[in-house]
């Protein structure tokens, strides 16, 4: 007998339009879920319903069914692809009783872990509904008192540098020449914006490819994940930032030879939680990348086992500083929690010359939803925090900090950098560019649009070329938002603008957020009490 209480219950209904479809199959083909199949009972009935007799009637083709409606996730894939717009993604009309505190997804969760006893993962960022701290801003624009710059006909200087700086140039004599005194090693950006962390494993062959490929074009950076990174991958190296987990993936002395270098701590989409790559997806691109054995679970532990204090991040800063002959900016990065800002310190007293902070809806490949959807605090909160505390210390000018963890647009890049981040950083957006629709389960490894997945098969279906395309239209468009923006506020250079606050307003409920945020409310006066 069927337990009723098993059945998942579905979330989408898959309609499919038998009046415009021409049976060409490729919905069947795209959809990996297996929620459209052919009907082989229907392969014997032609359009006119009449029994074909088998194998004669050759022009009959087989007939596409929503076999499982439940398995559909929404991605929308099946949609793109039909070329008669014969199919219909919609939400699955389960009306739960209405209940503000049993809500469908307190509901549904509870269904699915009495159904299999185990921690639900997710992937993609957190999508709980909290209130969006970057829709409570809105900048400033010039009027009158000082020009606005047109942007499209006088510069405005976007490239950054990643990496620490001094408190003073220092000009000295060398060999009769004059000189710029040494300096810390900093990597030039064409513009204040990088794709973090992901690695190959966690996402295909041909997307790090792309996207890898896309921020050489544009002159910007791209962090390798913890998996190591791939030999056909070391020609992108002057654009790549390497990272040093917990599992120590991948790591030798050609790996510290990338253009920065950063040890992880912390994730946005799991603060406190390391990760796993269970043995069968560990494949041969796999094990030669990481450097494990074939088939072997790739282990994270939560913590680095050589990390227990900032002094032990001291240490591994000066040996990695060592390692790599003081050629490359070393970083830290560590997910936005309660005390960021004292962490954040701490950080650039253990010499960090960059450090990156994720907010609470970081994507991942996957991660315990209850991790996902309930640790950490937003990255504005985190940023403003940050900043005020390190200017408070009076050591903000020796760090570069990059934020990320929830940028969904420009003006999310622009408000962040107004809030004290040199560098906004994105990972989900770069992923929606090559097709992905954030429907959160790049766990499987189904990925129907071949991102999330170790399968080469499904990996196949991005095209290189057209990936690159897309990943570096975006970003040089994110830049392009960036210098207008600037040109409206009458600022010519990005620099200028980190941590500005005062070109920023705050239009949300809540004045403690407004105070942690340092930005004042709309309609406030500058200069308010006679100063
Ligand atoms: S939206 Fe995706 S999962 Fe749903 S039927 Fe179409 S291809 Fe399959
Ligand atoms: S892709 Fe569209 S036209 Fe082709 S079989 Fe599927 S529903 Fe029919």
Same mark, same amino acid.
């Given at each position: 007998m069927v337990n009723v209480n098993d059945k998942t219950l579905p979330r989408f209904k898959v309609i499919i339009d038998y009046e415009r479809c021409?049976? @060409?199959?490729r919905c069947v083909k795209n @959809?990996?879920?297996?929620a459209i199949v052919f009907d082989k009972k229907k392969e014997t009935v032609g359009k006119d319903g009449n029994e074909k007799k088998k194998g004669k009637d050759k022009k009959e083709k087989p007939e596409p069914v929503v076999k499982n409606t439940g398995n559909c996730v929404a991605c929308q894939r099946c949609v793109t692809f039909c070329p008669k717009d014969a199919i219909e993604i919609v939400p699955y009309p389960v009306a739960f009783s209405p209940h503000a505190t049993w809500t469908p997804y307190h509901l549904r969760s509870i269904m699915e872990q009495a159904r299999t006893g185990n921690v639900l993962l997710a992937g993609?960022?957190? =999508?709980? !509904?909290? !209130?969006? #701290?970057? =829709?409570?801003l809105v900048w400033d624009a010039c009027q009158v008192t000082n020009p606005s710059i047109d942007a499209l006909r006088e510069p405005i200087e976007t490239r950054t540098y990643i990496g620490r700086k001094p408190k003073n140039l220092a000009v000295v004599e060398k060999g009769g020449k004059f000189e710029l005194d040494e300096m810390a090693p900093n990597i030039a950006t064409s513009m204040p914006l990088i794709i973090g962390h992901m690695s190959l494993g966690s996402l295909s062959y041909n997307a790090i490819t792309s996207m890898y490929r896309a921020v050489k074009e544009v002159d910007t950076m791209m962090g390798t994940g913890e998996g190591g990174l791939h030999k056909d991958h070391y020609q992108y190296k002057d654009h790549l930032i390497g990272e040093i987990a917990s599992g120590r993936f991948g790591i030798d002395t050609d790996y510290l030879g990338l253009s920065a270098i950063e040890i992880k701590i912390g994730q946005g989409a799991k603060p406190g939680h390391g990760g796993q790559l269970p043995g069968e997806k560990v494949t041969e691109l796999i094990s030669e990348t990481r450097m494990i054995p074939l088939g072997t679970d790739a282990l994270s532990p939560n !913590? *680095?086992? =050589?990390?227990?204090?900032i002094e032990d991040l001291k240490t591994l800063i000066a040996a990695l500083h060592e390692a790599t002959e003081y050629r490359v900016p070393i970083g830290v990065k560590i997910a936005a929690v309660n005390n960021v800002a004292a962490i954040a310190s701490g950080i650039v007293r253990a010499n960090a010359d960059f450090m990156t902070i994720d907010g609470f809806r970081g994507g991942t490949g996957a991660a315990p939803r209850v991790v996902r959807d309930n640790a950490g605090i937003p990255i504005e909160l985190a940023i403003a925090s940050v900043d005020q505390h390190l200017r408070d210390e009076r050591i903000r000018h020796k760090v570069t900090i990059i934020a990320g963890g929830g940028l969904r647009s420009s003006a999310d890049l622009i408000k962040i950098i107004a809030l004290g981040a040199d560098v906004g950083m994105v990972g989900t957006a770069p992923l929606i560019a090559l097709? @992905?629709? #954030? @429907? *959160? *389960?790049? !766990?499987?490894?189904?990925c129907s649009w071949g991102i999330a997945t170790g399968s080469p098969e499904l990996g196949n279906r991005i095209d290189v070329d057209w990936g690159t395309r897309r990943v570096a239209n975006m970003l040089r468009a994110w830049n392009a938002d960036l210098e207008e923006v600037l040109g409206t506020m009458g600022i010519d250079a990005v620099e200028s603008f980190v941590g500005n606050r005062d070109r920023l307003r705050y239009i949300g409920p809540n004045p403690v957020e407004g105070e942690i945020l340092g930005v004042k409310h709309a309609g406030e006066r500058i200069g308010r009490g006679g100063e």
């Amino acid at each position: 007998m069927v337990n009723v209480n098993d059945k998942t219950l579905p979330r989408f209904k898959v309609i499919i339009d038998y009046e415009r479809c021409i049976r @060409c199959g490729r919905c069947v083909k795209n @959809c990996t879920y297996g929620a459209i199949v052919f009907d082989k009972k229907k392969e014997t009935v032609g359009k006119d319903g009449n029994e074909k007799k088998k194998g004669k009637d050759k022009k009959e083709k087989p007939e596409p069914v929503v076999k499982n409606t439940g398995n559909c996730v929404a991605c929308q894939r099946c949609v793109t692809f039909c070329p008669k717009d014969a199919i219909e993604i919609v939400p699955y009309p389960v009306a739960f009783s209405p209940h503000a505190t049993w809500t469908p997804y307190h509901l549904r969760s509870i269904m699915e872990q009495a159904r299999t006893g185990n921690v639900l993962l997710a992937g993609n960022g957190n =999508d709980r !509904p909290y !209130p969006m #701290v970057f =829709d409570y801003l809105v900048w400033d624009a010039c009027q009158v008192t000082n020009p606005s710059i047109d942007a499209l006909r006088e510069p405005i200087e976007t490239r950054t540098y990643i990496g620490r700086k001094p408190k003073n140039l220092a000009v000295v004599e060398k060999g009769g020449k004059f000189e710029l005194d040494e300096m810390a090693p900093n990597i030039a950006t064409s513009m204040p914006l990088i794709i973090g962390h992901m690695s190959l494993g966690s996402l295909s062959y041909n997307a790090i490819t792309s996207m890898y490929r896309a921020v050489k074009e544009v002159d910007t950076m791209m962090g390798t994940g913890e998996g190591g990174l791939h030999k056909d991958h070391y020609q992108y190296k002057d654009h790549l930032i390497g990272e040093i987990a917990s599992g120590r993936f991948g790591i030798d002395t050609d790996y510290l030879g990338l253009s920065a270098i950063e040890i992880k701590i912390g994730q946005g989409a799991k603060p406190g939680h390391g990760g796993q790559l269970p043995g069968e997806k560990v494949t041969e691109l796999i094990s030669e990348t990481r450097m494990i054995p074939l088939g072997t679970d790739a282990l994270s532990p939560n !913590p *680095q086992h =050589d990390i227990y204090s900032i002094e032990d991040l001291k240490t591994l800063i000066a040996a990695l500083h060592e390692a790599t002959e003081y050629r490359v900016p070393i970083g830290v990065k560590i997910a936005a929690v309660n005390n960021v800002a004292a962490i954040a310190s701490g950080i650039v007293r253990a010499n960090a010359d960059f450090m990156t902070i994720d907010g609470f809806r970081g994507g991942t490949g996957a991660a315990p939803r209850v991790v996902r959807d309930n640790a950490g605090i937003p990255i504005e909160l985190a940023i403003a925090s940050v900043d005020q505390h390190l200017r408070d210390e009076r050591i903000r000018h020796k760090v570069t900090i990059i934020a990320g963890g929830g940028l969904r647009s420009s003006a999310d890049l622009i408000k962040i950098i107004a809030l004290g981040a040199d560098v906004g950083m994105v990972g989900t957006a770069p992923l929606i560019a090559l097709g @992905c629709k #954030v @429907c *959160q *389960q790049c !766990p499987t490894g189904k990925c129907s649009w071949g991102i999330a997945t170790g399968s080469p098969e499904l990996g196949n279906r991005i095209d290189v070329d057209w990936g690159t395309r897309r990943v570096a239209n975006m970003l040089r468009a994110w830049n392009a938002d960036l210098e207008e923006v600037l040109g409206t506020m009458g600022i010519d250079a990005v620099e200028s603008f980190v941590g500005n606050r005062d070109r920023l307003r705050y239009i949300g409920p809540n004045p403690v957020e407004g105070e942690i945020l340092g930005v004042k409310h709309a309609g406030e006066r500058i200069g308010r009490g006679g100063e």
